[in-house]
């Protein structure tokens, strides 16, 4: 008997237990869970971030002679509404070194990768990428340089 009026008292127990909280339902809200990046409101969508426009991501130097250096500057403009912090710009290989600003770009302005290639050493078409780091979606962008290196007779 005393077995039985336990197992009841437990389950009852238990059914309480199981019961609907209004009370933590009311303290939900939707600013808890907005995430600017993947939300679907019209906010979400004026906000841009910072964002790079390349006017190109490819450059083709044509012939140049062997141990001759070459350099070009991809231009971009920050077309979103928050400053271009770039953190990295990495050549493929050494022969391959790209500079930029460390001071932020701001929303409409321009800035530039300038990229410096030398060819000591190399013979043929020759294709080499920098990789740029930013705090923009995506974080990182890839740019092109080649070239077809001519033997110096």
């Given at each position: 008997?005393?077995?039985?009026?336990?197992?009841?008292?437990?389950?009852?127990?238990?059914?309480?237990?199981?019961?609907?909280?209004?009370?933590?339902?009311?303290?939900?809200?939707?600013?808890?869970?907005?995430?600017?990046?993947?939300?679907?409101?019209?906010?979400?969508?004026?906000?841009?971030?910072?964002?790079?426009?390349?006017?190109?991501?490819?450059?083709h130097f044509g012939e140049i002679k062997e141990g001759e250096v070459v350099n070009y500057s991809f231009?971009?403009?920050?077309?979103?509404?928050?400053?271009?912090?770039?953190?990295?710009?990495?050549?493929?290989?050494?022969?391959?070194?790209?500079?930029?600003?460390?001071?932020?770009?701001?929303?409409?302005?321009?800035?530039?990768?300038?990229?410096?290639?030398?060819?000591?050493?190399?013979?043929?078409?020759?294709?080499?990428?920098?990789?740029?780091?930013?705090?923009?979606?995506?974080?990182?962008k890839v740019l092109t340089i080649s070239a077809e290196?001519?033997?110096?007779?």
């Amino acid at each position: 008997m005393n077995l039985k009026l336990i197992l009841c008292f437990a389950a009852s127990l238990l059914i309480l237990a199981c019961g609907e909280n209004k009370e933590s339902e009311s303290k939900l809200s939707p600013a808890i869970v907005d995430n600017p990046v993947t939300a679907n409101s019209v906010d979400s969508e004026k906000r841009v971030g910072p964002k790079m426009e390349f006017t190109e991501n490819r450059h083709h130097f044509g012939e140049i002679k062997e141990g001759e250096v070459v350099n070009y500057s991809f231009k971009f403009k920050n077309v979103g509404d928050a400053d271009v912090l770039i953190s990295a710009a990495d050549g493929s290989c050494g022969c391959t070194v790209p500079s930029f600003s460390k001071e932020p770009i701001k929303p409409g302005k321009t800035g530039s990768i300038d990229v410096s290639f030398d060819s000591k050493g190399r013979h043929g078409m020759q294709s080499k990428t920098v990789t740029v780091i930013a705090n923009t979606i995506p974080n990182s962008k890839v740019l092109t340089i080649s070239a077809e290196v001519i033997s110096a007779k």
